[in-house]
């Protein structure tokens, strides 16, 4: 036991993501009309927005482009100087990132291509949430004023990346970042196809998947999470009335247990709505490898899981999405 | 905010308590059939038990004695060198504790008296439960097998310890440990009666409250953690139906957010099923103090705390429980 | 069990109420943005609304007048011929009351005052909601989209008047219109202080409940039901972000089981969030009976009814609302 | 609308089952250990079974038998004089039955085949639940202490039969015994292949579903209710960790829009744990025809229905079941 390293606690929480969208207008009514956040600011091109648990200001920007698909994502650190050793430590794994000096909502940010070929970014400086004059949530310890919409989202909770080579892309995560790798799928013993990596307590931050076509840089999906299970339940009542499409769920995951529902939004990106999940509060939390024996290898209760859940992803590649 | 000190991450989680009975056969009954936890140890005169979600082999401690009350809790730390920095820490906060072997369950562990005069431990070596041949449970990303009975806790989370100077021991607490003081009470601008501390991102593991007697080292409560509001609903039903006495909710906390209800055991000691609660990810979150003018200062939706939930602790000071 | 009469089902629901108002403009505004009904007629001082999931047109006429209270409450029959019954037996009981052609939402009404001084109809034609063009929602078997705003009260539910002899008023609603009896609380075997009564197989559809003033035709709430236990939660955060004055709950009631949140609206009627509550199959359900001795006299675990809910009701009888 | 007839409440509910099947002991231990009912009585060969909410002392049978399936299904009538209505009824509609003295639960009973060739009884008399001493529920106005083990279901809540002819079947429900039909599936305008009938207020008390093998008799699922859904959801984890054959679900209905869960019992029948769907006050509903063109064609969400759910009933027809 003494030989193992000390977990690294440098990254905070998964602090925003850049979604792009060929359709901007939809696309941002959709996120606050009908997935229920905020628009906190807009620029040309782009729209900022937020969710009513976010601490920070923004967690999400839409920017208009020629194809659906991840712009970047970005890691907040715990302290500035957690930020310096994450650099030190991404630049020590090869990676050649450049700074800039921020963005709508944060400070000074490294910002690099990660294995796999995602943009990501490491910061720590960030703007909070101040609601406006007149706006104050009742309860002090709350960011913002509970004013439910649609589905309601919460707060940004994690996301979901298909890499060329999912061992590969883990291991830099958890060697350059300090991820820990707390579930895995290899079926059969074989190669890994899936892999959940958290920050702190949750049971992921970040998912990897293999990525099925040969390119790289895709996003599977972004997720917010609800309260509970009957927040879920309600944004799937939401989506029904609102013609939005339903690829999965709500159900059970096996891997994380969280309850899940997966709608795309209108510029074809795969959003989840997510509440529960195990907690890991043990520090040498042994990281759980699911084959195709393993009980429950779809979903916890036996779903199936639709071919275009292993198939979909934004940008398309060779043809408009499923 | 250079200035900051970085944030300590040395304490992983509350790893056990034991409580005190002078009702010891009555007090395992309760535990295991009404507030659903499970029995995996007994020594002369104790009882060891965990809940269904802890990794951890065991939780509680049950001890016979002649009074309710606190024997001692305990915090994991993440890592053996963390251990080491928190003893050394503890011993230049003047704290003079002593080294034992360990105990039931976990390894060698340091033991003193917290300010504020309960006995606490500190300890990194733990034994994780194996479920019996036969018992696994269906997703192995679980401890053991989902079998509920009465109330169904699911997991350890956190304790409220009675102390003479709020201030004083919430300091003692983050200094020494590294503990983040969450939420504070001190009404009119006056002194601390309340304070909400966490390790990790909850939204607190240790709450300290005011010791209205002139006595230390008194027990308010043990809280364990259930999924979802759902199930403090349906523990109120197990309560109401086993005699137990509901001393306060369910109803929703101002600080902390959490979802609650309040029960005595059958040895005297008040213990809580609890739920939700705010999830603290940034690394820079501000103290929230709560004084007289803010709303919700009872609970989040106006009930009334009951008097009994401010004289009442173990051991009784002066007479019996109220 | 041969001498049982046979159950009498001409009444089909609570068909809809009035409610008087002082503020109406701020009433209509708490009703549609906080309580979530749908304004669907407005005529001269009086607002016509309804809830998401009844079916008749309008459940809630809202009129501007010096005092809160109830304008009147009615009753839809199962068939014409069933209107003509309760008519006759109405008339029997020596009810003197008269006809009138209908009003928003319904046709013709016998209305009459109850035992007790309450202004009340019996009717059977009614107009059922037609979604507007483009509105019509994703399930043909339910009347209106889901499109939750606020508290999203889903149908109306139960009304409680306040009736000086309540044994009286209660032989009154079975022998004149075909109630059931369900539960009643006659402390300590003497006068009955509360009755629940239904018409067909809820808990109840109306509750009496003894007026402490010297005084008639009193309101003490009026109910809208919201699917779960989680919606209740739900709406008691929105009460607390929108200032409403939270009176009593979430909790569950003893009589009827339901789980309730009671609010006073801006004209200072008390308005009731419900759900659940005992369901009852049985044609020869017992009356059941309670008493001081029994257990969950006040609420089902334990909670005290505050005193304004034994006192305040509309109209104020000598002086302002408590 | 004066030329409908007249709304009948002659049959207040479902009153029990009987379910056959070949491995009795196992299904007892079922039904009891997982699904939640208590046994109340056995004969040899048979176990008489009710849920902690049945008002009546038994709702379930299970009878040892060669192969599974419906043994027959009672519905209870609302009075002496309804049950005489409703034999004169079925006997003018060609029905040729006969009274037996009754059985375990109930008394005298009309047995007879209906439409589509399962043996149904109507019957009034029955034995209420009385708690044994020292097991009376806390709230008197529940039949049985709460007591929850595995799904704890509920209460019995509908029956689904295989019916050759769904149309004809359907027409007798509603004519000899006053079912309303509440919707009906009639693909592309074509013949109708479910049905969906209730006899108060409740969404359904029996579907009828089209037999796609050419035989009779078949029995497509008995259904217990439980409180929200939060309660299937938890009897869902329950079925995993009891290596119980999950079907379908959990998912909401479009008909109905029940929140369900399909599992099938040791003998092989399927049982259903079932919550929510629509109340239907109106004695005017009008039946909702559902076809292919029909949003929510399958379920709500969007979830497909697995093919075993078109093809597995009891007795399994030429083979064992899928």
């Known amino acids: 036991m003494s030989s193992r390293p000390e977990p690294i606690y440098d990254i905070a929480q998964l602090g925003h993501a850049e979604l792009l969208t060929p359709r901007l207008e939809e696309s941002v009514a959709f996120f606050t009309e009908v997935y229920g956040l905020t628009l906190v600011g807009e620029d040309p091109g782009r729209a900022h927005l937020r969710a009513w648990n976010d601490d920070i200001l923004t967690s999400l920007t839409l920017t208009g482009a020629p194809e659906a698909g991840l712009g970047h994502v970005a890691w907040r650190t715990t302290s500035p100087q957690a930020l ?37 970014e490491v910061y720590f400086e960030t703007e909070k949430y101040v609601p406006p004059p007149g706006e104050a949530p009742a309860l002090p310890n709350q960011p913002q004023r509970f004013a439910p919409k649609g589905a309601a989202a919460a707060r940004i909770d994690h996301i979901n990346l298909l890499v060329p080579n999912v061992a590969e892309a883990s291991r830099f995560q958890q060697e350059a970042l300090g991820f820990k790798l707390r579930e895995r799928l290899a079926p059969a013993g074989g ?24 390119t790289t840089g895709r996003l599977h999906h972004l997720a917010y999470a609800v309260p509970e299970t009957s927040d879920v339940i309600r944004a799937a009542d939401v989506f029904l009335e609102n013609d939005v499409f339903i690829e999965f769920g709500p159900a059970k995951h096996s891997r994380t247990q969280g309850f899940f529902l997966y709608v795309y939004e209108p510029g074809g990106n795969r959003v989840e709505v997510f509440t529960g999940g195990i907690h890991i509060f043990a520090p040498d939390f042994e990281t759980v490898t699911w084959d195709t024996e393993s009980k429950g290898r779809g979903t916890a209760w036996g779903l199936g899981v639709p071919e275009s859940f292993h198939t979909h992803a934004t940008p398309p590649f060779g043809g408009a999405p499923a």
Chains 1, 2, 3, 4 share one sequence.
Not at 90 to 97: A, P, R, T
Not at 98 to 105: A, E, M, N
Not at 106 to 118: D, I, L
Not at 192 to 203: F, H, N, P, R, Y
């Open 191 to 214: 190669d890994e196809v899936g892999a959940w990596l958290s920050v702190m307590t949750k049971a992921h931050d970040l998912a990897l998947t293999k990525e099925p076509a040969p």
């Open 84 to 120: 310096e050793r994450r650099v030190a430590a991404l630049e020590k794994h090869g990676v050649e990132g450049t700074w800039h000096d921020g963005d709508f909502g944060h400070g000074k940010a490294y910002r690099y291509t990660g294995v796999g070929g995602h943009i990501q």
